[in-house]
């Protein structure tokens, strides 16, 4: 009887680590395993994915491309950006002239990006950063996306709010809901299509399209209301906040400094460190 409770104990505990860990991908367990997953299949994710190319050009860096092409040079702030998947294609499309941010807390996944993009280097800037606080002033960028990531964060719903608050006015935002089977596995992550577009709505944007994408995944687009003129392309030390005290920064050879001594280091792959903060005093 003893060895039957085990054996149950024992699978009922493989079960559960399955599915927090495989299924859910650490979501359950907080940002600090959902990160560290994140970096352990860091060299190995784009293999792991299977991202096709054309797929990725016709579906994501060629109708973004195009919403964005009356803007001469477009800023656009990639959430939870991994590998740069977004960044890859859309700088592959003809005419494509603007600047891309890619922002990521897991450090690993944003050494491959920076690997994987250089051929674009000049127009991208990296950040190591989590999404529950965007360093940007309200109205920064001419497009925000954020794609299969949003059920892994701590408070989906305040990153949905993050990322509309800095969304120019006349802005687009690409973003995925996750649905299917997959859904069914992330309780209180996941949204229905009709719950997620509501959401969308209260944010509020506006002219919201569903685009059936993957067996897990819609692609959703949406605008926000009002217009605003293209921000265009714009000096970091412009746009970026202390992520510490939101003051405005200043560059300074390998750091960005604010007014209150809070300094973030630009580590040798230039990639902003701005999970890192030190201050004058750390010196």
């Given at each position: 009887?003893?060895w039957?409770?085990l ?40 293999r ?9 050009q016709w579906?994501l ?6 919403a964005?092409?009356?803007l001469?040079d ?12 977004l ?7 003809a005419?494509?002239?603007g ?19 250089r ?19 309200d ?19 305040h990153?949905?709010?993050e ?20 859904a ?9 299509p ?10 509020p ?6 685009q ?10 949406g605008?926000?209301p009002?217009?605003?003129g ?6 970091l030390?412009e746009?970026?906040?202390c ?12 750091i960005?400094i604010?007014q209150?001594?809070?300094?973030i280091?630009i580590?040798?792959?230039g ?11 750390d010196?």
């Amino acid at each position: 009887m003893i060895w039957i409770v085990l054996i149950l104990g024992i699978v009922i505990l493989g079960a559960l680590l399955y599915w927090q860990l495989i299924l859910a991908e650490g979501a359950y367990l907080g940002r600090f395993v959902v990160t560290l997953l994140y970096d352990w299949s860091a060299r190995l994710y784009d293999r792991i994915k299977s991202f096709d190319p054309g797929y990725e050009q016709w579906f994501l860096g060629r109708p973004l491309s195009m919403a964005l092409g009356v803007l001469p040079d477009p800023l656009i702030l990639d959430v939870a950006t991994g590998t740069a998947r977004l960044a890859r294609t859309l700088f592959q499309q003809a005419g494509f002239h603007g600047r891309l941010i890619g922002l990521d807390y897991s450090r690993k996944m944003l050494q491959e990006a920076v690997k994987e993009t250089r051929p674009w280097a000049e127009q991208l800037t990296f950040i190591w950063q989590d999404a529950s606080q965007l360093p940007f002033e309200d109205n920064t960028f001419d497009a925000v996306t954020c794609l299969e990531a949003l059920e892994f964060m701590p408070d989906p719903e305040h990153v949905l709010r993050e990322m509309a608050r800095v969304l120019r006015p006349g802005g687009i935002m690409l973003i995925t809901n996750r649905i299917g089977s997959g859904a069914r596995w992330m309780p209180g992550r996941t949204y229905t299509p009709d719950t997620f577009q509501s959401k969308l709505r209260d944010l509020p944007l506006e002219m919201i399209r569903v685009q059936p994408w993957q067996e897990d995944y819609d692609l959703l687009w949406g605008r926000k209301p009002g217009m605003d003129g293209p921000v265009g392309l714009r000096r970091l030390e412009e746009i970026l906040l202390c992520p510490k005290c939101q003051a405005h920064v200043s560059h300074k050879g390998q750091i960005f400094i604010c007014q209150n001594g809070h300094q973030i280091l630009i580590a040798e792959d230039g990639v902003l460190e701005s999970a890192r903060i030190s201050t004058t005093r750390d010196l």
